[in-house]
């Protein structure tokens, strides 16, 4: 778990600086411009990024899985090479086919306004803003989606259906609270993570707007990275404990 943990904390400190440092500069200076090829690669990272923490999410349910479910089977099943070709897979998998996307959405014609509504660059304003009719490059947004967010998505379900199944089993009440404070932080980031990227790009286009959008994204681009941290230092007893500690060490220093 620590393994995975540390892999999705270098994530999300990848997805944090894609977007954060060039917005708050905007904010600051006021010069709220960006280049065709800037915005392209913005876009191309936080799509692979994106893709690595979907499939990072599910490698993690399969961990709590594997640890509730077949205890005596973990060391085998989820050895440390296991661990380090399944987090390679997910970050290496989503590489081709975002980028062939962001190729593929940067090909449309842009004749209209250079305006993007929208704090950084994402597929449904740079959509909005290109021309001509983009319904296949819609559906094709769909299915990479469906691919990448839903299937995952549905392998955390089956997974923590498969764990909810084993919790009742659990004759003590002690084994039953082990087991859900080893799934209940991955369980929080779960709900904060995909709500907000399965409305994102798996909802009609008529039923979005520009404002909505803004919302979703910079929830499940900023605020959930930011919250993250918290969320699994604070369900952790190693770290409660460093903190609980950390007074009584500073003070003895200070005396020393």
């Known amino acids: ?6 892999s999705f904390s270098l994530l999300e400190i990848c997805y944090v600086s894609v977007t954060l440092p060039r917005m708050l500069t905007s904010l600051w200076t006021q010069r709220r411009t960006i280049s065709l090829v800037a915005c392209a690669t913005q876009m191309c990272f936080i799509l692979i990024l994106g893709a690595t923490e979907c499939f990072l999410l599910a ?74 009719d983009t319904f296949l490059n819609e559906m094709l947004v769909f299915i990479v989606a ?40 991955h369980v929080m980031v779960v709900a904060l993570f995909f709500r907000s990227g399965l409305v994102t790009y798996l909802r009609p286009k008529t039923q979005g707007s520009a404002g909505t959008d803004k919302v979703f994204s910079l929830f499940y681009r900023i605020v959930t990275p930011v919250f993250n941290p918290m969320i699994y230092s604070l369900r952790n007893k190693d770290v409660m404990m460093a903190l609980r500690q950390w007074p009584c060490k500073y003070l003895s220093s200070l005396k020393n």
């Open 1 to 6: 778990m620590y393994f995975f943990l540390g």
């Open 59 to 132: 490698l993690m349910a399969y961990n709590c899985y594997t640890a509730i479910c077949s205890p005596l089977h973990y060391p085998l099943v989820v050895n440390y090479k296991v661990c380090i070709q399944l987090v390679a897979g997910s970050w290496i998998s989503g590489i081709p086919v975002q980028t062939s996307q962001t190729g593929q959405i940067f090909s449309l014609p842009f004749c209209g306004s250079n305006l993007i509504n929208h704090f950084f660059c994402d597929i449904p304003p740079i959509l909005k803003a290109a021309c001509g």
């Open 146 to 185: 469906a691919l990448f967010v839903l299937v995952p998505f549905l392998l955390i379900l089956v997974s923590y259906g498969k764990i909810i199944s084993t919790f009742f089993k659990l004759p003590s009440a002690i084994g039953r609270g082990k087991a859900f404070s080893t799934c209940s932080s």
